[in-house]
């Protein structure tokens, strides 16, 4: 089966259920958990799928910049989805589903950039997948703050939508922020040190600007959880450090791939 359509599939599970998550929510009453995770499961499943068939072909894993956008978003997602089972963060899908929707789509129908297929090495892959999960956990981070950052100025000013009415309390929400952000720094710092391990030059010269962004990016999280235990930082200054690092991160990884697939193609 070609990629197209369980991609297609997996795109209209994921509108659907945005759809519905945002009616119920503008109702004012909270969907129904198991439906809202099935969908999600099933477009997940799909999503997987079609980006099994895109990324192995035999002469490597093609992880070009719109398969790894999909890729990290079905990381996002399913890590989401187990959290989910644990913890309410299910508000959070409301931004992820369409996140699912677009880069499932993209991956499939954009026609990609230049790039050559990687040479499937254990330690190489592992690095690959620290990565992956390390921007999967921060991504989810960077939207839990969007998230309380919404929460906090509707409650400051006394006007709280439906949205918000089916949000866990401010307090709780800001301890998830910070629980993702302390997973997402573990992965990033083992991504980090699995880079130094397996890749064989990180500062040449396809790789330099990567690897320094994403040890600022690195410190920026480092500062953050410092000023968290220390200081007592919360509310706006984490945010703020938060949506640094998370840029710093972006443009280490997307920036970086943008570049060198579409403008300079090396």
Not at 3 to 32: D, E, F
Not at 85 to 95: G, K, T
Not at 144 to 169: C, E, M, T, W
């Amino acid at each position: 089966m070609h990629s197209l359509l369980p991609s297609l599939i997996a795109a209209a599970l994921y509108l659907g259920a945005t759809a519905y998550q945002g009616a119920s929510l503008a109702r004012r009453t909270p969907p129904h958990k198991p439906l809202l995770l099935l969908l999600g499961l099933l477009a997940l499943l799909g999503q997987g799928f079609g980006l099994y068939q895109q990324l192995l072909t035999p002469a490597g894993l093609v992880l070009d910049f719109f398969n790894a956008a999909s890729l990290i978003s079905a990381a996002v997602t399913a890590i989401t989805l187990l959290a989910c089972l644990r913890i309410p963060v299910e508000n959070l899908l409301l931004l992820l589903y369409p996140l699912g929707a677009l880069t499932t789509l993209t991956a499939v129908l954009i026609p990609h950039g230049t790039i050559e297929p990687i040479n499937e090495q254990p330690g190489l892959l592992a690095h690959i997948l620290l990565s992956i999960l390390a921007y999967g956990l921060l991504t989810i981070a960077v939207l839990q703050a969007l998230l309380l950052l919404v929460q906090d100025y509707q409650l400051k000013h006394k006007h709280p939508s439906g949205l918000i009415r089916n949000f866990p309390p401010l307090q709780t929400m800001e301890s998830l922020l910070f629980d993702f952000l302390r997973g997402g720094w573990v992965l990033l710092t083992l991504s980090l040190i699995s880079g130094w391990l397996f890749v064989d030059n990180l500062f040449a010269q396809h790789l330099a600007h990567k690897t320094i962004l994403s040890c600022f990016a690195w410190v920026v999280f480092s500062v953050l959880l410092w000023g968290r235990h220390q200081l007592g930082w919360r509310g706006h200054k984490a945010v703020r450090w938060t949506l640094a690092g998370f840029l710093l991160l972006m443009l280490a990884y997307f920036g970086s791939k943008l570049v060198r697939e579409f403008i300079l193609h090396i």
